[in-house]
């Protein structure tokens, strides 16, 4: 065949992997089929790459992970009322990222946050994103008074009693 060098042979296999990817995704290869079906995404990935590509060949438990971690996300009571804060905050014209924090502070009911910050590079196709574990922001809220730093914050706790911080690092203002 003329054209089949290396290079369109390449493609070719690159393309048909990209094609079970996005098949794993809509739902395709599924490794809980049952025992007969079980490898059924990771041998056609070794038929068509080789024994080399053993990462590649697993990307489906990383994929059906991911998809049970968002589905999951999209199910929560906390997650829905925080994108409500979100849209509310980015309609309202001029985005407050300190309001933004006291809300979600009072939505979130001391559950562990993480900050996402999503960056397209000017005149290029790719993008970076960044990601922050905030730990638990309301208790961060309440003791942000100003009078006490987070070094004064055990000190200053005669109770005893209340819970103690998930997180001692300095965040960034």
């Known amino acids: 065949m003329v054209g089949d060098g290396p290079e369109d042979i390449g493609r070719k296999r690159y393309d048909a992997f990209l094609s079970m990817v996005y098949g794993l995704i809509e739902g395709?290869?599924?490794?809980?089929?049952?025992?007969n079906?079980?490898?059924?995404?990771?041998?056609r990935v070794r038929?068509?790459?080789g024994q080399g590509a053993y990462e590649l060949?697993?990307?489906?438990?990383?994929?059906?992970?991911?998809?049970?971690?968002?589905?999951?996300?999209?199910?929560?009571e906390t997650m829905q009322?925080?994108?409500?804060?979100?849209?509310?905050h980015a309609n309202a014209g001029s985005f407050k990222p300190n309001a933004?924090?006291?809300e979600a502070a009072y939505v979130s009911e001391g559950e562990n946050m993480f900050a996402f910050q999503y960056c397209p590079m000017p005149s290029s196709d790719k993008s970076v994103m960044f990601h922050e574990f905030?730990?638990?922001?309301?208790?961060?809220?309440?003791?942000?008074?100003g009078e006490a730093d987070d070094g004064d914050a055990?000190?200053?706790?005669?109770?005893?009693?209340?819970?103690?911080?998930?997180?001692?690092?300095?965040?960034?203002?």
């Open 37 to 43: 079906e079980g490898g059924k995404f990771e041998e």
């Open 154 to 173: 055990d000190a200053s706790d005669s109770a005893g009693d209340s819970e103690p911080p998930t997180s001692k690092r300095q965040r960034r203002s």
């Open 134 to 145: 905030l730990g638990d922001i309301s208790t961060a809220e309440s003791s942000d008074d």
């Open 57 to 76: 060949a697993t990307i489906d438990k990383l994929i059906n992970h991911t998809q049970k971690h968002l589905q999951q996300l999209s199910g929560d």
């Open 28 to 35: 395709g290869y599924t490794n809980t089929q049952g025992a």
């Open 81 to 88: 009322s925080l994108i409500e804060v979100y849209r509310r």
């Open 47 to 49: 038929c068509l790459l």
């Open 100 to 102: 933004f924090k006291q």
